[in-house]
T-cell receptor
Framework: DTAVSQTPKYLVTQMGNDKSIKCEQN?????MYWYKQDSKKFLKIMFS???????INETVPNRFSPKSPDKAHLNLHINSLELGDSAVYFC?????????????FGNGTRLTVT | GNSVTQMEGPVTLSEEAFLTINCTYT??????LFWYVQYPGEGLQLLLK?????DKGSNKGFEATYRKETTSFHLEKGSVQVSDSAVYFC????????????FGQGTTLQVKP
């Protein structure tokens, strides 16, 4: 009955590879997000989709491409992985995108680039 | 730009001690304020929120009051338990239709028996 689920939980890969992280929510929410948490636990938003439409695209390299096939899914594809991409990536969702809408987070995907 | 600053951790307390984690913010307008908690190996969970000045958010014995005059949203709990050991994040949401949260750097709390 997991509300926001991400796969895989751990991802270890080499520089230059392309990888994807999948996210699904069963809360019926219409807004989904990707956040990046660095080694010092600092969290920063990367992308946000509302009803499959991109509404936030922070200063993220073009190698990162989100895809939302429907309201319940938001996947993250990363091309040409670099060492600096190593982090924990969190998917989240909310009902609406207003300032009052609390976010529900997945358990994270720990990406290690070697 | 908008930002959130939390007290540096880690914070180490004995069980039943009083907890305060300081949080101050810089924002234009009137943001909503949140505290999230992250237990080891898990995602963030909403702990409490306040949407306007003088509002008090509370949950599971934790409280925080939205102080506009001091731009603060300090987290308090009267008696911590070992199970409260986690990382606590203060966050603000700008008054826009993006849902974007700006987080503080997180404060690690360790409670010893």
């Amino acid at each position: 009955d997991t509300a926001v689920s991400q796969t895989p939980k751990y991802l270890v890969t080499q520089m230059g590879n392309d990888k994807s992280i999948k996210c699904e929510q069963n809360l019926g929410h219409d807004t989904m997000y990707w956040y990046k948490q660095d080694s010092k636990k600092f969290l920063k938003i990367m992308f946000s989709y509302n009803n499959k439409e991109l509404i936030i695209n922070e200063t993220v390299p073009n190698r990162f491409s989100p895809k939302s096939p429907d309201k319940a899914h938001l996947n993250l594809h990363i091309n040409s992985l670099e060492l600096g991409d190593s982090a924990v990536y969190f998917c989240a969702s909310s009902q609406g995108s207003s300032y009052n809408s609390p976010l529900h987070f997945g358990n994270g995907t720990r990406l290690t680039v070697t | 730009g908008n930002s959130v600053t939390q007290m540096e951790g880690p914070v180490t307390l004995s069980e039943e001690a009083f907890l305060t984690i300081n949080c101050t913010y810089t924002a234009t307008g009137y943001p909503s304020l949140f505290w999230y908690v992250q237990y080891p190996g898990e995602g963030l969970q909403l702990l409490l929120k306040a949407t306007k000045a003088d509002d008090k958010g509370s949950n599971k014995g934790f409280e925080a009051t939205y102080r506009k005059e001091t731009t603060s949203f300090h987290l308090e709990k009267g008696s911590v338990q070992v199970s409260d050991s986690a990382v606590y994040f203060c966050a603000l949401s700008e008054r826009s239709n993006t849902g974007k949260l700006i987080f503080g750097q997180g404060t690690t709390l360790q409670v010893k028996p």
